[in-house]
C-alpha cells in the first residue's frame, strides 16, 4: 500500500495562497513567488488597485512580461526579446522594404579587465557600456546585452548612407567615456562594431542577418579593434528586359523632353563594383 496515497504535498511560504486574496477575483492562486520576484526587481505595482482584482492582476502579469525580457545586470533587452526584435524586423523589411542596419558590439580586452580587476569592475564595464549604447539611439531601436560582453542594436528605417556614421557615433562615445571601477580608477574601454544591412523586399532570416554581422565583427576584431566595419548592401543594377517594361508607356520624344538624355550603361566605381544607372540632366 501507498503510504503517501491521498495526503495533500506540503505547501511552503513561497507558494502558499495570499490570506488577503481569499473571495476575490484570483482567489486560490500561489502568487507570493511572482510578487517576491516583482520586489526583488524593483517593479513597483500601479496603486489605488485593489489587491486581487483584475486590474491588478494584469498588472502582476505585465510586470513578469517585463522583467523576463530585460537584462538584470543592465536593464538592456536580453537574448529572448531581441530574438523576437530582430524576427518582427526581417518581416518588415521584406514586406515594407525599408532599409535597417544589425550592429553587433563586443568589448575589446574584456578579459583583460576582469582578470586584472575583478569580475565587480567587469560587471561596472558593462553596465557603463550598456548606457553608452543607449544613450545613443533612438526611441524606436533596441539595444540588447546578447552574452556576456557581447551587445546587439537593431536599426530600423537606417539608410545605407548613414550606417557608418551611426557605428561610429556608438563607438566614439564608448570610446570617450572612461569607467570608473571600484576603488576609483579609471579604464579606457573601447568597443568593436560589426554590421549588416538587412536585403530589402527579400524574405531573409534572422540568423543569416546575424551571421552576416557577425563576419563583420569578427573582421573589426583582426584588423586592430576600436572600429566598425559594415557590410553595405548591393546596389542594383536594371536590366535591359526591366528598363524596357518600365518606360514602355513614355513616346520617345516625351521621355526626352521630360527628363533629357539618358544614360543607362552602367557605371563602374574603382573597386568594380556596379552602380545604379542615372539620368544625365
Known amino acids: ?51 486581487g482584482s483584475q486590474p491588478w492582476l494584469q498588472s502582476v502579469v505585465d510586470g513578469l512580461c517585463e522583467i523576463s525580457s530585460r537584462d538584470v545586470l543592465t536593464g538592456l533587452s536580453n537574448r529572448r526579446l531581441f530574438e523576437a526584435a530582430i524576427g518582427r524586423e526581417v518581416d518588415r523589411v521584406a514586406r515594407i522594404g525599408e532599409p535597417a542596419l544589425l550592429l553587433m558590439v563586443d568589448i575589446d580586452h574584456f578579459k583583460k579587465v576582469n582578470d586584472t580587476h575583478g569580475h565587480a569592475a567587469g560587471d561596472v564595464v558593462i553596465q557603463s557600456v550598456a548606457a553608452s549604447l543607449q544613450d545613443c539611439v533612438r526611441p524606436m531601436d533596441t539595444v540588447a546585452r546578447i552574452g556576456g560582453e557581447e551587445f546587439a542594436i537593431i536599426l530600423p528605417n537606417c539608410p545605407p548612407a548613414f550606417g557608418q556614421t551611426v557605428a561610429e557615433r556608438v563607438r566614439h562615445k564608448v ?107
Open 175 to 281: 570610446a570617450t567615456s572612461p569607467v570608473v571601477v571600484i576603488g576609483g580608477q579609471q579604464l579606457s574601454i573601447t568597443i568593436s562594431i560589426g554590421g549588416a544591412f538587412a536585403p530589402q523586399w527579400v524574405r531573409s532570416s534572422a540568423s543569416l542577418w546575424c551571421e552576416r554581422a557577425d563576419q563583420q565583427l569578427y573582421r573589426a576584431k583582426t584588423e586592430g579593434r576600436n572600429r566598425t566595419c559594415l557590410e553595405m548592401p548591393p546596389l542594383t543594377v536594371v536590366s535591359a528586359e526591366e528598363k524596357s517594361l518600365l518606360f514602355a508607356g513614355f513616346a520617345q520624344s516625351d521621355f526626352i523632353a521630360d527628363s533629357g538624355p539618358v544614360d543607362f550603361a552602367p557605371k563602374t566605381r574603382n573597386d568594380g563594383h556596379h552602380v545604379q544607372p542615372h539620368f544625365q540632366p
Open 1 to 51: 500500500m501507498d503510504l503517501l496515497a491521498g495526503m495533500e504535498p506540503p505547501i511552503t511560504s513561497d507558494f502558499a495562497p495570499l490570506a488577503a486574496l481569499e473571495g476575490s477575483f484570483c482567489a486560490g492562486m500561489r502568487l507570493e513567488s511572482a510578487l517576491n520576484l516583482l520586489a526583488q526587481a524593483g517593479w513597483g505595482l500601479p496603486e489605488g488597485l485593489a489587491m
